[in-house]
T-cell receptor, first 116, second 114 residues
């Protein structure tokens, strides 16, 4: 398996622009997670899906952030409009749903976002 | 609310020194426990995991961790570190009734001097 695939790996944009980050989870995994990593806040869970349905989006910072999972093999995280404080590394991760063995995440390489 | 606390933010060791990184969690139910490692510039990789059974679990690269239920702890250990162990280490907890949700600690940066 190719693992979790994220794109783009690096994105530099200007404040106010729309940013779309993409993720392809590992085939057969029921859970998909979006995390954000910064020096100040560490690793924050933004949102996660189970079987394409958003389960917990309490970590989404504000309405400028939105995430979708239209099918089992694709998810997007969108920021519109972007701000400099959104600069971070955004990780997508997926996980199988195995009774009693949940929580083992497989991470993508991350998308490093810089908003100028 | 479920939380994970890692006591050390930055640890500096010389090669061959022994390592122990502390991790405590707060959750009243059954937990699955994990340590992840992030090498400089890379994504998080699983180091070891505990679901049930023997509370002393062994992971890759000579790492091990011990689950002490009474102390709500899952400390990471390695008898002799190498320069290549320089990385950031994250403890994480998945509680029962939490679905697949994983809560991470703040991370501990380990620097190993050659």
């Amino acid at each position: 398996d190719a693992g979790v695939i994220q794109s783009p790996r690096h994105e530099v944009t200007e404040m106010g622009q729309e940013v779309t980050l993409r993720c392809k989870p590992i085939s057969g995994h029921d859970y998909l997670f979006w995390y954000r990593q910064t020096m100040m806040r560490g690793l924050e869970l933004l949102i996660y899906f189970n079987n394409n349905v958003p389960i917990d989006d309490s970590g989404m910072p504000e309405d400028r952030f939105s995430a979708k999972m239209p099918n089992a093999s694709f998810s997007t995280l969108k920021i519109q409009p972007s701000e400099p404080r959104d600069s971070a590394v955004y990780f997508c991760a997926s996980s199988p749903n195995l009774a009693g063995r949940t929580g083992e995440l497989f991470f993508g390489e991350g998308s490093r976002l810089t908003v100028l | 609310a479920q939380s994970v606390s890692q006591h050390n933010h930055h640890v500096i060791l010389s090669e061959a020194a022994s390592l122990e990184l502390g991790c405590n969690y707060s959750y009243g139910g059954t937990v699955n426990l994990f340590w992840y490692v992030q090498y400089p510039g890379q994504h998080l990789q699983l180091l070891l995991k505990y679901f049930s059974g023997d509370p002393l679990v062994k992971g890759i690269k000579g790492f091990e961790a011990e689950f002490i239920k009474s102390k709500f702890s899952f400390n990471l250990r390695k008898p002799s570190v190498q320069w290549s162990d320089t990385a950031e280490y994250f403890c994480a907890v998945n509680g029962d009734n939490q679905g697949g949700k994983l809560i991470f600690g703040q991370g501990t940066e380990l620097s190993v001097k050659p």
